[in-house]
């Protein structure tokens, strides 16, 4: 049942061993790259007095901030000879941010996505279809390399086109899949419509949630509806992707790996770190990391550590689900948009007025996003065949840079809250 | 001779006409005509009224989003072969209707044709010509209800 199982069962005293020697190794990595290089001379940091994980707190934080402005190569740690791929994440304000990977990293990253499936009870005899973007997104090649390495037979059918999944489903048998809730939902619909019963009329019976945050309740929809298991999975691509925390056999959080990373909880305000049990934003540093290790990543995103001991065995924390975010990034079909993205395109657009609001909502089993534009006043010539015009402008101006198609209403001058002050941009009317 | 329409941008929802014309109400304006174009969730309001200028400005001072365009009101006969024959001489000539709305000014005997064209100076010209009498925004002010006959 255990992919590692002496990493797996490790007991707390020697886990703390490992990460204070790789600790040790990822800081005088990370002291070739520019960033850290600057950053240490400024703080004139002594990575050999990092000793303790309490001395963790002396340690720089990064944001994704610093990434932005480091782009391409500022956190790059070793010759670029020696990276072999690059992921970049799916939502961000202006540039992506851009993670390069050595050889090393690649197959330490993979081994995690193995560990993580064969946890839940994936073998060389399954089938796993995933049905996650392939290309910058870590999920498709991510979990493509993991399923490999565990030996299952991978049909890489990537995102969309649900009749030809559910034919594949039939075709080939296909067991596991990686899936985001909300088109497992949507998935569902379509097995209905075509008559075809995914409990009955398919050898499916396990699921990897991932790229959405979702409910326990959404969970057991997805389970019931499939009947299958579906396990959460949580990662960024920041941390490599997926493979970062999975949930075990048990469904009760999601077990983070600690031989790969250093977790820290902190108050998102005070930034200092919380105890076991309380909520806070998640911190991790990578300690497997070559090309570009990370330290004291700020993800954004709120959880907690589940205190105690897990029954399956595993020493690893768990992390409970995601409760949401310190900073107004939204999540929306698995891609993630900032509201400052739909902001800037929104006024490069010569008729657009000062002031809009976003609007999410679930329709039956799809999430839609609704922009509410105001028009400026003086654009407005008394003809609607200009307003359309400009509408549509909108909504394929939005759709190049969010990759969601939005709903565009125009709306008249002043008629939405004033952008100025604290504004509440985004309204989220989705539930689980 | 030209006239003018006020267009105003509304969303489609209950209570933007209704505020439109409370405005004109309350500055005694009178509306001769209007039609309404929609599109999903918003609409552009068309009216023809006795003194636009005043109207603009009240409507705009509400904070309504306005827009004065050229419109040419054409007075045809009120019976059949009327309207089309000022469609025709508009076709024999290239020139587009954007869009268009009447009213009647006397029954059984005149009526105002209100066109919005893409090319007006010519299309003003080629009616003049041809017989039509179009009204300035002055005389269609002048249009007295129960006073028809000065047409």
């Given amino acids: ?432 | 001779m030209i006239s003018y329409q006020i267009s105003i941008f509304a969303e489609n929802k209950p209570g933007r006409l209704a505020a439109v014309t409370r405005v004109l109400a309350k500055e005694k304006i009178n509306i001769r005509a209007t039609t309404i174009s929609t599109s999903d969730t918003f609409g552009v309001i068309n009216l023809i009224v006795d003194d636009p200028a005043r109207a603009g400005e009240a409507l705009t001072n509400a904070g309504m989003t306005v827009s004065l365009s050229r419109v040419l009101a054409v007075v045809i006969p009120d019976q059949p072969g009327g309207l089309d024959r000022l469609t025709q001489l508009l076709l024999a000539e290239n020139v587009n209707i954007n869009n268009a709305y009447g009213f009647v000014l006397e029954g059984h005997r005149k009526a105002v044709f209100v066109v919005s064209v893409d090319q007006i100076e010519k299309a003003e010209a080629l009616l003049e010509k041809n017989g039509f009498q179009t009204l300035d925004s002055e005389a269609l002010s002048a249009i007295e209800p129960f006073h028809y006959m000065k047409y």
């Fill in chain 1, 1 to 432: 049942m255990y992919w590692e199982k002496e990493i797996e069962t490790i007991d707390s005293i020697d886990l703390s061993k490992l990460q204070m020697a790789r600790l040790g190794k990822t800081l005088k990595r990370a002291g070739k790259s520019p960033h850290y290089a600057k950053c240490f001379a400024e703080m004139d940091l002594d990575a050999d007095g990092i000793r303790t994980p309490a001395d963790m707190e002396r340690l720089p934080l990064t944001t994704k901030e610093d990434l932005r402005e480091n782009w391409p190569y500022g956190f790059l740690a070793c010759s670029r000879d020696e990276l072999i791929r690059m992921h970049s994440s799916s939502g961000t304000t202006g540039r992506a941010t851009v993670i390069f990977h050595t050889a090393g990293d690649i197959a330490a990253w993979t081994n995690l996505l193995a560990r993580c499936m064969y946890m839940v009870g994936m073998r060389r005899s399954d089938v796993f279809q995933n049905m996650m973007t392939y290309g910058l997104f870590t999920g498709g090649l991510g979990f493509h390399y993991g399923a490999e390495k565990i030996g299952a037979l991978v049909i890489p059918a990537g995102a969309g086109n649900s009749k030809r999944q559910i034919q594949l489903i039939r075709d080939f048998e296909t067991t596991a899949i990686h899936i985001i809730p909300s088109y497992a939902l949507h998935l569902s619909s379509v097995f209905a419509e075509i008559g075809v019963d995914p409990r009955r009329d398919t050898r499916l019976r396990m699921a990897f949630l991932g790229a959405e945050p979702h409910s326990e309740k959404m969970r057991r929809k997805i389970e019931d509806l499939f009947g299958f298991k579906a396990f959460n999975s949580y990662g960024l691509s920041e941390m490599n992707g997926p493979g970062m925390a999975f949930e075990c056999p048990e469904q009760n959080g999601m077990h983070i790996w600690e031989d790969n990373y250093i977790v820290e909880i902190i108050d998102p305000v005070t930034l200092k770190p919380v105890p076991d049990g309380e909520e806070g934003e998640l911190v991790t540093t990578t300690l497997l990391r070559e090309g570009m290790p990370i330290l004291r990543y700020r993800t954004k995103d709120l959880t907690r550590i589940i205190p105690g001991p897990c029954p399956c065995g595993r020493t690893h924390r768990r992390i409970e689900r995601i409760k949401g975010r310190t900073d107004d990034m939204m999540i929306l079909k698995g891609v993630n948009i900032f509201p400052i993205q739909i902001e800037k395109k929104l006024m490069e657009i010569p008729g657009v007025g000062t002031n809009f609001v976003i609007i999410l909502d679930r329709e039956g089993y799809n999430d839609s996003l609704t922009v509410k534009v105001e028009v400026q006043r003086a654009f407005f010539g008394g003809d609607l065949k200009q307003l359309e015009t400009l509408r549509r402008r909108i909504v394929e101006e939005l759709k190049s840079d969010i990759l969601i198609t939005p709903r565009v209403d125009l709306v008249e001058p002043d008629s939405l809250p004033k952008s100025e002050g604290k504004a509440k941009r985004v309204i989220d009317n989705r539930k689980n």
